[in-house]
């Protein structure tokens, strides 16, 4: 017998048919003797709709009715499942984040957990219910409801899973595990039986999409062992963990992210501080800045070119433009038409050569390279959008990640396979 949170992403709960899909896979558990804890994110598109309507009425609405208003989609998701269970002749009880005791800090659409209080989730489990918890937001200090940011369901069930010592923490959405790459793009992508939570940030956060980083960042801080699996299989998937019992590759796999821009800043003055008066005003107008490239100067002027998230580029062209005067650069532009592809690896700290690898394979199939940034386990370039998926595809195959087999989509819809590829922008 164990102690199981299931989360459930919005296209595993998008229809009534989906979410009573959901509830027979909480019941079997149930019936295999299992305790099990759902959390639920918002049903389908319904995050994006809320957000077009508060923008119909207000075009900068304030953060904290943002808060509110977005968290309303997880409670018809979770209440809709906690029907659809008890139609099948099993108790169930829904939780929002507040009544499942998830403490955050006070910062609105970005809120991090602070505390967990476990007791009304402990004592619905142990009245025989099954506990359906709203993930993506909690509350602060001051009762004001918070949410946790995009993919925040995932970040709820890891700490949920923390807070009541499940003894794993089952994450669904609509691919079977975590693959060498995006399968739907690279449909020779295989899927890992087993991945470290250091390859796993790392692939979070070069634009793979199964996982949330902060969930997975939470949970190698504090050893909560991730399931991620399909919703429409029984089929095992990937375990997320500290130890993993195979030989390490070099390359355990390929990220790609179509959500950023590239910022130039050209003939500034290559002076002392003109960096740091440049990104100082960014972070405060809170761009996130990701790649930073300086050229060489060339008679007493450079340009230096950064990536930020595209969510950000209205803040960051306001910004540039401010202090463009400032610091007596010529002009700015923008480029949103790049991508960010990544290899991830641990093995790479260890195997010389991946860099002139990775350039090898891209020069010959023609693919330009317009900026690169590493780490001890990613190396990560920007190229021209319409050669991401080709680019992601040629470097899988130079480091030997090709399966056997081909993917195919048999799941979901066009509009929802559209609607992934577009998200972030």
Known sequence: MSLIVAKFGGTSVASPERIQMVAKKLIAKKQAGHDVVAVVSAMGKTTDELVGLAR??????PAREMDRLLSTGEQVSMTLLAMAIEARGYQAMSFTGR???IETDGMHATAKIVKVHNERIMEALSRGFIPVVAGFQGIDPNDDITTLGRGGSDTTAVAVAW???????????DVDGVYTADPRVCPRAKKLDAISYDDMLELSGSGAGVLQMRAVEFARKYEVVIHSRSAFSDADGTYIKEEIDMEEAVITGIAHDTSEVKVTIRGVPDMTGV??????ALAGNNVRVDMIIQNIS???FTDISFTCAGADLSCARETVERILPDIKAREFDADEDIAKVSLVGTGMKSSPGVAARAFTALGENEINILAISTSP???SVVVDVAQAAAA????????GLDSDSVFEETQLSAEEIA???NKGR
Request: aromatic fraction near 6%; charge should be neutral.
């Open 56 to 61: 119909a009425v207000n075009h900068n609405p």
């Open 99 to 101: 009544q499942a005791g």
């Open 163 to 173: 807070g009541i010592c499940a003894d794993v923490c089952e994450i669904y959405s």
């Open 275 to 280: 960096a740091a008066k440049v990104f100082s």
């Open 298 to 300: 060339e008679d007493g």
């Open 377 to 379: 386990i990613r190396l």
């Open 392 to 399: 992601v595809r040629c470097l899988h195959t130079a480091f």
């Open 419 to 421: 609607a992934k590829m």
